[in-house]
Structure formats: structure tokens, C-alpha cells
């Protein structure tokens, strides 16, 4: 038990020594980027696509559409068609303007960036509204984004409607 935790803060302790001297933090390498001698570096093949996925999507484009495009281009994703969730992966992450922190720690030389602060923060803006609903409707609910779970606190939607059968 003593060796597993004394090991455990050894690689903890590297790891942390690696992410401040701005060398790769391990895992798998994020979409635009590759490793050059242990520091990540900008694919500037993958690096013009997240940018087009970015601008397309902060133009109004849906994820879909984008995932459509990509698929008609013949771009794919190791080896795969690109998917909606992996679009909206990469819209959240920050280190795509090269930010990077771990456990509240801030490790700047990490990921140099691909994306403007200004488009990345107009997507999350759109990804923000998008995740209240649509607003472009004729009726005003008067609970909207008032009900709160008591466990979780996350939004509760509500569903109306009739079943298959015409019964509630």
C-alpha cells in the first residue's frame, strides 16, 4: 500500500514537472495538433479544419451540416467519419486558443493556438444560447428556466403533448 501511493505521487509529481517545462501532458493528442521531441505543435493540415469548424459553426451552421461537409470532403477523423459529439468537443475546448489547465493549475506553454479568442468566445456564446432552448417561439412559459433539480440543480424541460393513442 505505501509503494502504490509513494509511486503515485512520483508520477503525479512528473507529470506536473512535464506540464510546467510546457511538454506534452500524455493522453491522446488532441485534433490539430502533433508531438515534435515531447512538445505539442500545431498540424497545419488539422489546424485549417478545426478553424473551419469553428468559423462554420459561429456563422449559424449546425453540427450536422458541418459533420456533412467534412464527410463530402472526404476529411475524416482517424480514419472515420467525423460524428456531431466529437464537432462539439472540439467547439468547448479551450485549448484550441491555448489554454490549458489542470487541477486549477494554468499551464500556458502547452497548446499553442489555432483559434482567435474572439470566434472561440463568439461559439461559446451561440453554444450558451443554444443549450437554454430556442427562444423564437409564440408562447412564453411561465416556469421557463425557473425549475431547478433538487439534486443536481440542472434545468428541468418540461414535455407536453398527447400519446399515440389521444390520451395524456
Known amino acids: 500500500e505505501y509503494y502504490s501511493a509513494e509511486l503515485s505521487q512520483k508520477v503525479k509529481r512528473g507529470l506536473k514537472?512535464?506540464?510546467?517545462?510546457?511538454?506534452s501532458p500524455g493522453g491522446p493528442i488532441s485534433f490539430g495538433y502533433k508531438s515534435v521531441n515531447k512538445k505539442l505543435v500545431?498540424?497545419?493540415?488539422?489546424?485549417?479544419?478545426?478553424?473551419?469548424?469553428?468559423?462554420?459553426?459561429?456563422?449559424?451552421?449546425?453540427?450536422?451540416?458541418?459533420?456533412?461537409?467534412?464527410?463530402?470532403?472526404g476529411i475524416t477523423y482517424k480514419g472515420k467519419p467525423?460524428?456531431?459529439h466529437?464537432?462539439?468537443?472540439?467547439?468547448?475546448?479551450?485549448?484550441?486558443?491555448?489554454?490549458?489547465?489542470?487541477?486549477?493549475?494554468?499551464?500556458?506553454?502547452?497548446?499553442?493556438?489555432?483559434v482567435p479568442k474572439d470566434l472561440f468566445y463568439r461559439?461559446?456564446?451561440?453554444?450558451?444560447?443554444?443549450?437554454?432552448?430556442?427562444?423564437?417561439?409564440?408562447?412564453?412559459?411561465?416556469l421557463e428556466r425557473k425549475i431547478l433539480c433538487g439534486l443536481c440543480g440542472h434545468q428541468i424541460n418540461g414535455e407536453s403533448g398527447t400519446s399515440k393513442n389521444g390520451t395524456r
Open 42 to 73: 500545431v498540424d497545419e493540415d488539422r489546424a485549417k479544419i478545426v478553424l473551419y469548424i469553428f468559423q462554420q459553426f459561429s456563422q449559424g451552421k449546425f453540427a450536422k451540416d458541418i459533420v456533412q461537409d467534412l464527410t463530402d470532403k
Open 123 to 142: 461559439v461559446q456564446h451561440i453554444l450558451a444560447q443554444n443549450k437554454l432552448g430556442n427562444k423564437d417561439r409564440r408562447v412564453d412559459f411561465l
Open 17 to 23: 514537472e512535464n506540464r510546467s517545462k510546457g511538454l
Open 86 to 114: 466529437l464537432i462539439y468537443n472540439i467547439l468547448h475546448a479551450e485549448k484550441y486558443i491555448g489554454k490549458y489547465e489542470f487541477e486549477g493549475v494554468s499551464f500556458p506553454d502547452i497548446y499553442p493556438a489555432i
Open 82 to 84: 467525423f460524428v456531431i
